[in-house]
């Protein structure tokens, strides 16, 4: 494979974590835990969510997390991103702040797990409104980002 297909690979897997991620998120929020809700006797509903929310959560952190600094740190490091280029305007700045979003939508999540293993349902929740809502704002920064 060529270096112009070795980096699309890469770019690839990236966006495409991202879009797991993202879409994992919505898909959770929007159709499986609404559906649970209604149609499940609230001890089910609680084992099925709580069983969901797991599964994704030990995907986000053996497949997806990986892929995504993997990927991330190695398409920084072939566009030529330094530290000192992060506080630059433009490309800088829009990805540092992407990644600092990024930063605060694992925490969220992390600590969604947490809230949740505790028996903190709202707590729980509003991490979760958190990270979907963090998730979509880095989407949303990396489309600002030119290709490299």
Same mark, same amino acid.
């Given at each position: 494979m060529d270096t112009v297909g070795w980096w699309s690979l890469v770019r690839f897997a990236h966006v495409a974590g991202a879009a797991l991620w993202v879409g994992g998120? $919505? /898909?959770?929020s929007l159709v499986v835990l609404p559906l649970a809700r209604h149609l499940l006797a609230p001890e089910a509903k609680d084992r099925f969510t709580a069983a969901a929310g797991r599964r994704f959560g030990m995907l986000t952190g053996t497949v997806f997390l990986p892929v995504q600094l993997a990927t991330g740190w190695a398409m920084a490091w072939h566009g030529g991103v330094t530290w000192a280029s992060l506080a630059e !305007? @433009?490309? @800088?700045?829009?990805l540092a702040t992407k990644l600092a979003l990024f930063v605060v939508v694992m925490l969220a999540a992390a600590c969604h797990g947490i809230a949740h293993a505790r028996g903190r349902a709202d707590l729980a929740r509003a991490l979760a409104v958190v990270s979907l809502v963090g998730s979509l704002g880095v989407? $949303?920064?990396a489309t /600002? $980002? !030119?290709t490299t």
């Open positions: 998120q $919505l /898909a959770l !305007p @433009g490309y @800088g700045r829009t989407v $949303l920064l /600002a $980002l !030119p």
